[in-house]
């Protein structure tokens, strides 16, 4: 029995040598002699060798707690000790600092180094302790050549709760306190373990799976923070992308197969959406030049159980095809500038989304997108669209605009002329059918009109716009005003005349058409419902209202339906009919001459004829000091019964769209306020301060 126990431990150990001798340095073979010395030394070093505990960062990975945290979260400082056995002969290297950093020394020099700079300075929650880390946890950003660039390691700490990476100690707490305030004090949950990936996972990160819209995504720790991870991935974009998923939806009800691009795809969120709730619908290319993105992308598409096409040297392509179940859908993965993609292939969707402004792929995207398709474009720059770098607004979008109360409107038409003015010279018009601008996002969805006559429609459209700095009432300049005096008679308010000195200012070049288009918007509704988007609906109820103008509410979007056709901008375009509408056509097609069905036609068709007015003012802006204001519900009320086009709009929730002039709305206005103290109230008030100013006597 010796015999055989001492045969199998010569086998392992045979095993063992050979697994070394392929994954690290070559070593020289053991002769039969020299077997037994070795089985002699086993016992005595149960751990690793010096060496190759230095030389390998998974291995020291390995005593990771069961809850999968980062080897720097210990709960006391005899945790933080057993990651070394101090207990051991030899020299020993730090868990938690490289070897180039902090050199392998004896284990009462090592236990004192742990002390004083790891557990001296660690950040306390809820009982687990985070020593500051000297490890190469954080990934360094690649090279223009594509290599990794070296740079100095920075010390930092593992957050318990999201597992991100902070330098700081006074952030790392700031950090924890808004975990706490967002009831997150639970550790996030981890797939590393579950879903494979090409390349070994990085010592200290881990991958959190996030879902939205029923789609996973894999994300990498400070993915919140694009300059410290290539795949961004930002939560308060949801509307966003739920915004853009019902404009294709609307698109692809109109014909299909759609060719969609996200050109800036990060780590695929959008593109997967589309192609897991759209399926033969659409094409979905998802682009993005860096490697480490689409890396993700292939990954994100293996765990939704999509098939990638296009794949170079991906195993996964093959797998999702072996699968037991079918795969649901299909996407491209390109790895490429964006400019270059959407030159090279033509689209019928296209989403820009880059870090900031799209201003340098406007060209391209509008070079190659099919009649009658979509560009909807994501601006993030919201410094330079808010008028807080006007240099940067000049140099980007050629605006010159100030900081007004309609900023939000201003930066929306800015963005849709300065895409008017690409569109155009590639001798192509746009349809606005969508202008967003909320939270830190302005979104603008058109539609492409192809021809040089649509083209100089749209560019009509592009004005100057004259805002007054007193009253802050504005108005869109006529073409060709050119007399510098004739510009201040444009203006409805009478502040150049009582006011010395130059009182308005000229704005723009900014888009002076309309922003929404109501058949489009109803339709997004309907898709929102029908994929039980519950977070867009009151957004696109609320545009709804305020492209008609009005406070009338109707959103039925249930029931049987049926398709019609409808027009836009010139173009017929395939849409849905109520089946309600249907009872008024008879068997041969043709509708029903009724007086109460003319009526609503003739309506119906004034509505759609008549722009909502532009810009919108604020009613706290303007109020009159000393009177309590009517709420905002009655005031738009008193002026719809004064005969104006009133409703609420999204750029601001206490903004009123309206017809009427600035004199008109502070007349409605000041009819319905209350004084805000009473007559005998204020005469009481005015003989006390008499009293107490009275002169002793």
């Known amino acids: 029995m010796a015999e055989q126990k001492e045969e199998d431990a010569i086998q392992l150990h045979q095993e063992a040598v050979d697994k070394n001798s392929d994954g690290g340095p070559q070593r020289t073979a053991i002769n039969p002699e020299e077997k037994s010395k070795d089985l002699v030394d086993i016992p005595a070093t149960p751990a690793s060798s010096a060496k190759t505990e230095s ?57 004192r180094h742990l002390q004083n700079l790891h557990w001296k300075v660690y950040v306390e929650f809820e009982g687990q302790r985070m020593c500051i880390c000297h490890l190469p946890c954080r990934q360094l950003k690649p090279s223009p050549n594509g290599d990794q660039a070296t740079g100095r390691l920075v010390a930092h700490y593992h957050c318990v709760v999201c597992s991100v990476t902070i330098a700081r100690k006074t952030d790392m707490i700031s950090h924890l306190k808004r975990h706490v305030n967002k009831g997150e004090t639970e550790a996030s949950y981890t797939g590393s373990a579950e879903v494979p990936f090409e390349d070994p996972v990085p010592s200290g990160q881990t991958y959190e799976i996030m879902k939205e819209l029923g789609t996973n995504v894999q994300l990498l720790p400070n993915y919140t923070t694009p300059q410290k991870s290539d795949t961004y991935f930002n939560r308060k974009m949801k509307m966003n992308r739920q915004l853009v998923f019902c404009s294709l939806a609307v698109l692809a009800g109109e014909r299909n197969p759609l060719e969609c691009l996200d050109a800036f795809g990060a780590t695929g969120i959008m593109g997967l959406q589309w192609a897991k709730h759209l399926r033969n619908s659409v094409k979905v290319t998802i682009n993005d030049i860096n490697e480490a993105c689409v890396k993700m992308i292939r990954e994100n598409c293996h765990l939704n ?22 795969p649901v859908a299909s996407v491209e993965v390109v790895k490429m500038d964006a400019n270059v993609v959407m030159h090279l292939r033509p689209f019928d969707y296209i989403h820009l989304d880059p870090f900031g402004t799209a201003v340098n792929y406007l060209d391209a995207a509008f070079r190659n997108v099919r009649n009658l398709g979509i560009v909807s474009v994501t601006s993030t720059d919201t410094g330079s669209l808010y008028s807080k770098a006007p240099n940067v607004t000049l140099r980007h979008y050629g605006c010159q605009i100030v900081r007004t109360e309609y900023y939000k409107e201003l930066a929306a038409r800015m963005v849709v002329a300065t895409v008017a003015r690409a569109a155009a010279r590639c001798n192509k018009g746009i349809e606005v059918l969508l202008a967003v601008a909320v939270e830190h996002f302005v979104l603008v969805v058109v539609r492409l009109l192809r021809g040089p006559t649509q083209a100089d429609e749209a560019v009509k459209k592009i004005r100057q716009l004259l805002h ?87 959103f039925s979007v249930h029931g049987p339906t049926l398709h019609a056709n409808q027009v836009e901008c010139g173009v017929v375009i395939k849409t849905v009919q109520k089946a309600e509408d249907t009872a008024s056509v008879d068997q041969s097609g043709k509708r029903k001459t009724t007086e109460e ?76 306020s209350v004084p805000t103290y009473s007559a005998t109230q204020v005469g009481a008030r005015s003989l006390s301060v008499d009293e107490c100013c009275r002169p002793v006597e």
């Open 468 to 554: 007054c700095q007193w009253c802050e009432e504005r108005v869109f300049l006529k073409p060709g005003s050119m007399v510098e005096e004739s510009l201040y008679r444009q203006l409805p308010c009478s502040c150049h005349g009582s006011m010395p000195g130059k009182t308005a200012v000229e704005l723009g070049p900014l888009w002076a058409g309309p922003l929404f288009n109501t058949g489009f918007l109803r339709r997004m509704l309907a898709a929102a419902v029908q994929y039980s988007m519950d977070d867009v609906q009151p957004l696109v109820k609320t545009l709804i209202c305020e492209s008609e103008c009005t406070t009338l509410k109707s």
């Open 597 to 672: 069905s003319g009526n609503v036609l003739k309506k119906a068709k004034s509505e759609t004829s008549m722009e909502h007015p532009a810009f919108y003012y604020s009613i706290h802006r303007h109020s009159i000091r000393g009177m309590n204001m009517p709420k905002l519900n009655k005031f738009l009320q008193y002026l719809t019964e004064a005969g104006f086009r009133v409703s609420r709009t999204h750029f601001d929730p206490t903004g009123v769209r309206t017809d009427a002039t600035l004199s008109q709305f502070k007349a409605v206005l000041t009819k319905y």
């Open 55 to 111: 030389s390998s960062d998974n291995e020291r990975n390995a005593s990771v707690s069961s809850s999968e945290r980062h080897v720097s979260i210990q709960t006391e400082l005899e945790g933080l000790e057993k990651l070394v056995d101090l207990n051991g002969a030899g020299r020993k290297n730090c868990p938690l600092c490289p070897e180039e950093k902090f050199k392998a020394c004896y284990s009462h020099k090592l236990r």
């Open 305 to 326: 159980n999509i098939r990638v096409e296009g794949n170079r040297g991906s195993r996964h392509a093959d797998d999702a095809g072996n699968a037991k179940d079918a």
